[in-house]
T-cell receptor, first 116, second 117 residues
Framework: DTGVSQDPRHKITKRGQNVTFRCDPISEHNRLYWYRQTLGQGPEFLTYFQNEAQLEKSRLLSDRFSAERPKGSFSTLEIQRTEQGDSAMYLC??????????????FGPGTRLTVT | AQKVTQAQTEISVVEKEDVTLDCVYETRDTTYYLFWYKQPPSGELVFLIRRNSFDEQNEISGRYSWNFQKSTSSFNFTITASQVVDSAVYFCALSEVFRVKGNQFYFGTGTSLTVIP
Protein backbone atom coordinates (compact mmCIF):
# COMPACT_ATOMS: atom_id res chain seq x y z
CA ASP A 1 0.00 0.00 0.00
CA THR A 2 1.81 3.10 -1.20
CA GLY A 3 1.44 6.43 0.52
CA VAL A 4 1.49 9.95 -0.86
CA SER A 5 4.51 10.63 -3.02
CA GLN A 6 5.99 13.94 -4.10
CA ASP A 7 8.53 14.83 -6.72
CA PRO A 8 11.10 16.29 -6.58
CA ARG A 9 12.11 16.06 -2.95
CA HIS A 10 14.41 19.06 -3.26
CA LYS A 11 14.50 21.93 -5.70
CA ILE A 12 16.97 24.78 -5.86
CA THR A 13 16.11 27.55 -8.27
CA LYS A 14 17.13 31.08 -9.02
CA ARG A 15 14.81 33.96 -8.32
CA GLY A 16 12.50 34.60 -11.23
CA GLN A 17 12.44 31.05 -12.51
CA ASN A 18 9.32 28.90 -12.68
CA VAL A 19 9.08 25.61 -10.80
CA THR A 20 6.57 22.77 -10.86
CA PHE A 21 6.00 20.12 -8.21
CA ARG A 22 4.09 16.90 -8.53
CA CYS A 23 2.02 14.99 -5.99
CA ASP A 24 0.62 11.48 -6.33
CA PRO A 25 -2.02 10.83 -3.66
CA ILE A 26 -3.12 7.53 -2.19
CA SER A 27 -5.03 5.95 -5.04
CA GLU A 28 -8.49 5.68 -3.51
CA HIS A 29 -8.42 9.17 -1.99
CA ASN A 30 -10.62 11.74 -3.68
CA ARG A 31 -9.31 14.83 -1.87
CA LEU A 32 -5.89 16.32 -2.39
CA TYR A 33 -4.41 19.23 -0.46
CA TRP A 34 -1.38 21.47 -0.80
CA TYR A 35 0.28 23.09 2.19
CA ARG A 36 3.35 25.23 2.74
CA GLN A 37 5.52 24.84 5.81
CA THR A 38 8.31 27.18 6.87
CA LEU A 39 10.83 26.56 9.60
CA GLY A 40 9.31 26.49 13.04
CA GLN A 41 5.76 26.71 11.80
CA GLY A 42 2.93 24.33 11.21
CA PRO A 43 1.69 23.59 7.71
CA GLU A 44 -0.36 26.39 6.16
CA PHE A 45 -3.20 25.51 3.84
CA LEU A 46 -2.83 26.60 0.21
CA THR A 47 -5.51 24.84 -1.79
CA TYR A 48 -7.45 21.63 -2.15
CA PHE A 49 -9.17 19.51 -4.77
CA GLN A 50 -12.06 17.14 -4.62
CA ASN A 51 -11.49 14.87 -7.59
CA GLU A 52 -10.48 17.26 -10.38
CA ALA A 53 -12.28 20.31 -9.00
CA GLN A 54 -10.28 22.93 -7.13
CA LEU A 55 -12.70 23.88 -4.37
CA GLU A 56 -10.80 26.33 -2.23
CA LYS A 57 -7.73 28.52 -2.38
CA SER A 58 -6.07 30.31 0.49
CA ARG A 59 -5.26 33.99 0.34
CA LEU A 60 -1.67 32.82 0.69
CA LEU A 61 -1.91 31.56 -2.87
CA SER A 62 -0.91 34.55 -4.95
CA ASP A 63 -1.52 34.75 -8.68
CA ARG A 64 1.99 33.38 -9.22
CA PHE A 65 0.79 30.05 -7.86
CA SER A 66 -1.39 27.65 -9.79
CA ALA A 67 -2.45 24.11 -9.07
CA GLU A 68 -4.10 21.49 -11.20
CA ARG A 69 -5.44 18.02 -10.84
CA PRO A 70 -6.46 17.27 -14.40
CA LYS A 71 -7.84 13.76 -14.11
CA GLY A 72 -8.57 13.64 -10.42
CA SER A 73 -5.43 11.66 -9.73
CA PHE A 74 -2.03 13.36 -9.47
CA SER A 75 -1.69 17.09 -8.95
CA THR A 76 0.85 19.72 -9.90
CA LEU A 77 1.69 22.96 -8.14
CA GLU A 78 3.44 25.59 -10.23
CA ILE A 79 5.11 28.72 -8.93
CA GLN A 80 5.93 31.34 -11.53
CA ARG A 81 8.59 34.03 -11.14
CA THR A 82 9.81 32.59 -7.87
CA GLU A 83 10.81 34.90 -5.05
CA GLN A 84 13.07 34.22 -2.08
CA GLY A 85 10.02 34.30 0.16
CA ASP A 86 8.73 31.22 -1.64
CA SER A 87 11.47 29.13 -0.05
CA ALA A 88 9.67 26.56 2.07
CA MET A 89 8.62 22.95 2.27
CA TYR A 90 5.60 22.26 0.07
CA LEU A 91 3.49 19.43 1.40
CA CYS A 92 0.84 17.44 -0.32
CA UNK A 93 -1.79 15.44 1.53
CA UNK A 94 -4.73 13.30 0.54
CA UNK A 95 -7.81 12.03 2.25
CA UNK A 96 -10.95 10.07 1.62
CA UNK A 97 -13.89 12.41 1.98
CA UNK A 98 -17.34 10.99 2.46
CA UNK A 99 -20.40 13.05 3.15
CA UNK A 100 -20.77 13.95 6.79
CA UNK A 101 -17.30 13.04 7.98
CA UNK A 102 -13.84 14.46 7.98
CA UNK A 103 -11.12 11.94 7.64
CA UNK A 104 -7.52 12.40 8.53
CA UNK A 105 -5.15 13.61 5.86
CA UNK A 106 -2.11 11.59 4.92
CA PHE A 107 0.95 13.60 4.04
CA GLY A 108 3.72 13.11 1.54
CA PRO A 109 7.40 13.71 2.31
CA GLY A 110 7.29 17.21 0.86
CA THR A 111 9.29 19.15 -1.70
CA ARG A 112 11.82 21.53 -0.21
CA LEU A 113 12.17 24.61 -2.37
CA THR A 114 15.15 26.92 -2.04
CA VAL A 115 15.10 30.13 -4.07
CA THR A 116 18.50 31.78 -4.38
CA ALA B 1 -6.78 34.86 15.41
CA GLN B 2 -4.85 31.66 15.95
CA LYS B 3 -7.28 28.76 15.86
CA VAL B 4 -4.86 26.25 17.37
CA THR B 5 -2.37 27.22 20.04
CA GLN B 6 0.49 25.07 21.19
CA ALA B 7 2.10 27.22 23.82
CA GLN B 8 5.03 24.88 24.43
CA THR B 9 7.60 25.52 21.74
CA GLU B 10 10.21 23.06 22.98
CA ILE B 11 10.22 20.41 25.67
CA SER B 12 13.08 18.20 26.82
CA VAL B 13 12.59 15.16 29.01
CA VAL B 14 14.79 12.33 30.12
CA GLU B 15 13.95 8.93 28.75
CA LYS B 16 11.19 7.09 30.65
CA GLU B 17 9.67 10.30 31.95
CA ASP B 18 6.05 11.11 31.11
CA VAL B 19 5.38 14.24 29.08
CA THR B 20 2.19 16.12 28.20
CA LEU B 21 1.86 18.30 25.12
CA ASP B 22 -0.79 20.98 25.35
CA CYS B 23 -3.20 22.06 22.64
CA VAL B 24 -5.85 24.74 22.92
CA TYR B 25 -8.19 25.44 20.05
CA GLU B 26 -10.72 28.06 19.09
CA THR B 27 -13.83 27.52 17.01
CA ARG B 28 -17.42 28.70 16.84
CA ASP B 29 -18.57 25.47 15.26
CA THR B 30 -20.31 22.89 17.39
CA THR B 31 -19.08 20.10 15.14
CA TYR B 32 -15.38 19.83 14.48
CA TYR B 33 -12.49 17.41 14.47
CA LEU B 34 -9.18 17.51 16.25
CA PHE B 35 -6.01 15.73 15.21
CA TRP B 36 -2.48 15.11 16.37
CA TYR B 37 0.37 14.57 13.96
CA LYS B 38 4.01 13.70 14.57
CA GLN B 39 6.81 15.08 12.38
CA PRO B 40 10.05 13.21 13.03
CA PRO B 41 13.40 14.54 11.85
CA SER B 42 12.87 12.79 8.52
CA GLY B 43 10.15 15.36 7.89
CA GLU B 44 7.05 13.38 6.96
CA LEU B 45 3.94 14.14 9.00
CA VAL B 46 2.50 11.02 10.57
CA PHE B 47 -1.14 10.86 11.64
CA LEU B 48 -1.64 9.85 15.28
CA ILE B 49 -5.27 10.40 16.23
CA ARG B 50 -8.58 11.95 15.18
CA ARG B 51 -11.28 13.03 17.57
CA ASN B 52 -14.71 14.51 16.83
CA SER B 53 -16.32 17.16 18.99
CA PHE B 54 -19.05 14.85 20.24
CA ASP B 55 -16.69 12.28 21.66
CA GLU B 56 -15.05 13.48 24.85
CA GLN B 57 -13.88 10.09 25.98
CA ASN B 58 -10.20 9.98 26.68
CA GLU B 59 -8.27 7.57 24.56
CA ILE B 60 -5.25 5.44 25.26
CA SER B 61 -3.14 3.74 22.64
CA GLY B 62 -0.10 2.04 24.04
CA ARG B 63 2.10 4.71 25.58
CA TYR B 64 0.00 7.49 24.07
CA SER B 65 -3.10 9.00 25.61
CA TRP B 66 -5.28 11.95 24.77
CA ASN B 67 -7.40 14.13 27.03
CA PHE B 68 -10.15 16.07 25.23
CA GLN B 69 -12.02 18.68 27.28
CA LYS B 70 -14.56 20.85 25.46
CA SER B 71 -15.10 23.00 28.55
CA THR B 72 -11.54 24.29 28.28
CA SER B 73 -11.17 23.82 24.49
CA SER B 74 -8.17 21.62 25.04
CA PHE B 75 -6.93 18.41 23.47
CA ASN B 76 -3.79 17.40 25.30
CA PHE B 77 -1.47 14.55 24.41
CA THR B 78 0.52 12.53 26.92
CA ILE B 79 3.38 10.18 26.20
CA THR B 80 4.07 7.76 29.02
CA ALA B 81 7.56 6.36 29.60
CA SER B 82 9.03 8.42 26.79
CA GLN B 83 11.60 6.94 24.45
CA VAL B 84 14.28 8.50 22.27
CA VAL B 85 12.23 7.57 19.19
CA ASP B 86 9.50 9.90 20.44
CA SER B 87 11.75 12.87 19.66
CA ALA B 88 9.90 14.86 17.00
CA VAL B 89 7.75 17.90 16.44
CA TYR B 90 4.13 17.29 17.35
CA PHE B 91 1.32 19.24 15.74
CA CYS B 92 -2.26 19.62 16.86
CA ALA B 93 -4.79 20.47 14.14
CA LEU B 94 -8.44 21.51 13.92
CA SER B 95 -10.91 20.84 11.13
CA GLU B 96 -14.24 22.66 11.14
CA VAL B 97 -17.14 20.77 9.57
CA PHE B 98 -19.62 23.42 8.53
CA ARG B 99 -17.64 25.09 5.84
CA VAL B 100 -19.17 25.72 2.48
CA LYS B 101 -16.45 24.03 0.52
CA GLY B 102 -15.17 21.30 2.78
CA ASN B 103 -12.61 20.84 5.42
CA GLN B 104 -9.41 22.72 5.92
CA PHE B 105 -6.91 21.89 8.60
CA TYR B 106 -5.64 24.59 10.92
CA PHE B 107 -2.35 23.54 12.42
CA GLY B 108 -0.69 24.81 15.55
CA THR B 109 2.91 25.91 15.47
CA GLY B 110 4.08 22.60 16.92
CA THR B 111 5.90 21.44 20.01
CA SER B 112 9.41 20.11 19.56
CA LEU B 113 9.99 17.21 21.92
CA THR B 114 13.48 15.99 22.69
CA VAL B 115 13.88 12.82 24.70
CA ILE B 116 17.32 12.58 26.22
CA PRO B 117 18.72 9.08 26.70
Amino acid sequence: DTGVSQDPRHKITKRGQNVTFRCDPISEHNRLYWYRQTLGQGPEFLTYFQNEAQLEKSRLLSDRFSAERPKGSFSTLEIQRTEQGDSAMYLCASSLAEQGDHYEQYFGPGTRLTVT
Amino acid sequence: AQKVTQAQTEISVVEKEDVTLDCVYETRDTTYYLFWYKQPPSGELVFLIRRNSFDEQNEISGRYSWNFQKSTSSFNFTITASQVVDSAVYFCALSEVFRVKGNQFYFGTGTSLTVIP
